[in-house]
């Protein structure tokens, strides 16, 4: 399977890693023989057609350099274009205003034949029902499990584990940067900007985490859970969203404070106070999902839900999913001819 590469930062870089420590494994174990053939940082796309072996690029990023002051590179829109791998995964920072450039880099993706994986959640917050429609009239595959909780399985917890189940409804905590805050400030007594700064010294927080603490980012995790799970057509402007921006409530000893993505009664983003004995009171940079089942009543689920590594296990869950999602296609085809 050809892969390229687009957005070469943290997950890109740790999904390269991965990809080259385990091809052993998911050649043994999967079938997949893995090959990246380009990576794209903001100064171009570097192509290698027999593969980019890591260390070659790895070093030139981990030194602080683009990949163009040591490689010849061209424009990244024109190397998606070409056609050139089996899957596109797009991994740049997300946008929330108008999706761009991941949003086009996808489109352009899905138009050349390839597949598309994606860690980048505004894509999908913003467009994610185009997105879908446009690889189901192409015959293409888009996988996006790393959007939500980084390398912890919400989607495909609630695809599989929940299988032949119906969830009617669900809430969660789905930013780990407010997690860590809120803990902070009720269980240490600190203050909201002391808590802030911490996260940004170990590196849980973005040098400017307003995204996370005024909800928007949990908002776009759960237009992609409602998309996912309900099969609907949720956007970003649908969401009801408020933070952590406006205070957060005192509360007694019984009980605590925390951010809180909810799909009904109608769904939003907001602070609420829930008691200490709630499944969702976890602690620290964990996300937790609570799926209220039909059959099973309340089913949870709890993980890390950020960290190179961790979305970029994802990405390696979403290729052996794209691979069986491909073999099906092709027995259908097959199939189909013989008839």
Partial sequence: MRIGIVGYGSVGKALHRLIYERAWEFKNKYGLVLQVVFVCDRSGCFYKDNGINP??????KDAGKPLSSIFKVEPVLETIKKGLVDVAVECTPANFINAEPAFTHIMEALKSGSNVITTNKGP???????????????????????????????????????KGNRIISFRGILNGTSNFVLSKVINEGSSIEDAISEAKRLGIAEADPTLDLNGTDSAAKLVILLNHVF?????????EISGIEKGIPKVDFNHTVKLIASSTPRPRVSLEVISKDDLLNIDGTYNAVEFTVEELGSVYLIG??????????????????????????????SYSRML
């Fill in 55 to 60: 260390p070659e690029t790895l070093n030139v």
């Fill in 124 to 162: 999908m917050a913003l467009y994610m029902p185009t997105i879908l429609e446009e690889a189901e009239s192409r015959g293409l595959v888009v996988l996006y499990s790393g959007t939500v909780g980084g390398g912890t399985p919400f989607i495909y917890f609630a695809d599989n584990a929940l």
């Fill in 231 to 239: 099969e609907d057509k949720y956007t970003l402007k649908d969401i």
């Fill in 304 to 333: 890390k839900g950020a960290g190179g590594r961790e979305t970029a296990g994802a990405v390696m869950r979403d290729l052996v999913e794209l691979k069986n999602r491909l073999q099906i296609q092709y027995f259908r085809k």
